[in-house]
């Protein structure tokens, strides 16, 4: 038997009862609000969710526990807080395109924002045919960890190289490569862990 889907009840229970707010006599300062005012905070909430979602799942797959945990606390409260705004007036279109165009600029806004962050560390295989001992040896006087291997290609002898590095010097270690060999041919991966040796 499948199971029901009780977080999403749960989340939009909980919208719903924010939206309320709107309506208690307390809260009547709200309807004197220019009429921009509630779909502007709709988009910047939820351009700001999507953004930490982003995080949030990136934080999973590091294995970032608390980070995860963080990212995905402010997350729920920050996408209660739109719903419930969205809910508040649901015949006004702008409520909607703001929610639409907060889903989607803040997908855009976490992948900046991560790519600057640039956390975590990459493992580069660099296979060169015929410059692999001058890349090496350029790797290594730019400060960054890297070993070579005799290899056989389809076409003869080449070079395998293995660099590890931060994340955020993957472009720079790219450009200095393809500087000395232009058909050197480089893969990366994420490294989750690593014990000993070089460390960048």
Known sequence: MAALPFQPLLVLAAALALGRLLEIPEMAWAA??????????????????????????LS??????????????????????????????????????????????????????????????????IVSPRSGTAITEA?????????????????GTVTLIWCHVARRDAGAVTERVLALDPEAFITAQPVRLFIGGWRA
């Not at 290594?140 to 076409?155: K, N």
Request: proline share 5%.
């Open 60 to 125: 999973l797959a590091r294995g970032f526990r608390l980070g995860a945990w963080l990212a995905g606390f402010s997350q729920a409260a920050l996408f209660v807080t739109a719903i419930a705004g969205l809910l508040s007036n649901l015949q006004n279109p702008w409520n909607l395109a703001a929610f639409a165009g907060g889903v989607a600029s803040g997908s855009v806004l976490g992948i900046v924002v991560e790519a600057r962050l640039a956390p975590g560390h990459r493992l580069m295989r």
């Open 32 to 57: 004197a609000l220019p009429a921009w005012v509630l779909p502007a905070s709709i988009f910047l909430t939820l351009t700001l969710n999507n953004a930490i979602d982003t995080l949030r799942v």
């Open 139 to 155: 790797l290594r006087r730019e400060g960054w960890g890297a070993t070579e291997f005799p290899a056989r290609g389809q076409d």
